[in-house]
């Protein structure tokens, strides 16, 4: 479970010429992102979640760079993970049943990642502005 940043198609294009020309500035630079992401969607799940009785928190974890093999695309990712495998339920909600099959309530869904990245869109946005002016100066 996770949620990506898909940028403009002109950032994507602009990305796609400056990673053949600085491959590890473009991984730094997506790295640093994913970070800022994954800070970001900690801070929203404190602010959201008023009841901390697990470790959902501490599962808040930002996934390696990599590159779409169809179109190159880079991406990175946060995700749930260990200890708190149980992220999408709170991400999407979900249904508590009992023992013995009778529904006892429904948990909202609290759509952390999806509100982390919605927040994070601008930031990124300018931040790749930035990345591409900086490369384009080192190409000048």
């Known amino acids: 479970m996770g949620f ?9 294009e602009a990305l796609k010429q400056i990673q053949d020309a600085y491959p ?8 640093s992102e994913g970070t800022k992401l994954k800070n970001r969607t900690v801070k929203t799940a404190k602010s959201s979640i008023k ?6 928190v501490k599962g808040i974890k930002r996934g390696k760079y ?37 529904h006892i309530g429904t948990v909202k869904a609290y759509h952390i990642f999806k509100t982390a990245a919605d927040e994070f869109e601008s930031t990124y946005e300018s931040d790749s502005e930035k990345f591409a002016d900086k490369i384009a100066d080192k190409l000048n």
């Open 4 to 12: 990506e940043i898909s940028g403009l198609d002109e950032m994507t």
């Open 24 to 31: 590890q500035e473009v991984k730094k630079f997506m790295q």
């Open 51 to 56: 009841q901390h009785t697990g470790n959902f």
């Open 66 to 102: 990599y590159k779409y093999s169809g179109n190159g695309a880079d991406a990175i990712r946060v995700y749930s993970g260990k200890p708190a495998h149980h992220g999408h339920l709170l991400e999407y909600g979900h249904e508590l049943i009992s023992h013995n099959g009778k």
